[in-house]
């Protein structure tokens, strides 16, 4: 069982920057790949960037080069993955969900909602 905890979301001006955090405590020594996703209201959950525990990454079209996930793995009782996002668009604006994969289960934080104004 592992938790997973979103902070950093907000209000945004569009062209500005948020920089969401994600803490996942619990059985984390066997997590590989984590990710953050997004929901934008009315549309299905979408994948927006992964990161490998040897820190490969990967992202969705709509936002590379403007968003970066890095990954801390030093603290033995918890990993935190950061989701830098630049540039932010309007249609950016969505609930964003930490999201790690441990044993076949997915699991998933409550989100932290992000709104980007024009």
């Known amino acids: 069982q592992v938790q997973l905890v979103e902070s950093g979301g907000g209000l945004v001006q569009a ?32 994948l927006v960037a992964t990161i490998t525990p040897e820190g490969s990454t990967n992202y969705a079209d709509s936002v590379k080069g403007r968003f970066a996930i890095s990954r801390d793995n030093r603290d033995n009782a918890k990993i935190t993955v950061n989701l830098q996002m ?11 969900y930490c999201n790690v994969r ?9 989100g932290t909602l992000v709104t980007v104004s024009s």
Request: charged share 20%; aromatic share 12%.
């Open 15 to 46: 062209g500005g920057s948020l920089r969401l955090s994600c803490v996942v405590s619990g059985s984390i020594s066997d997590i590989s790949t984590m990710a953050w996703y997004r929901q934008a209201p009315g549309q299905e959950r979408e």
């Open 86 to 96: 630049n540039s932010l668009r309007p249609e950016d604006t969505a609930v964003y």
């Open 102 to 110: 441990l044993y076949g289960a997915n699991y998933w934080g409550k």
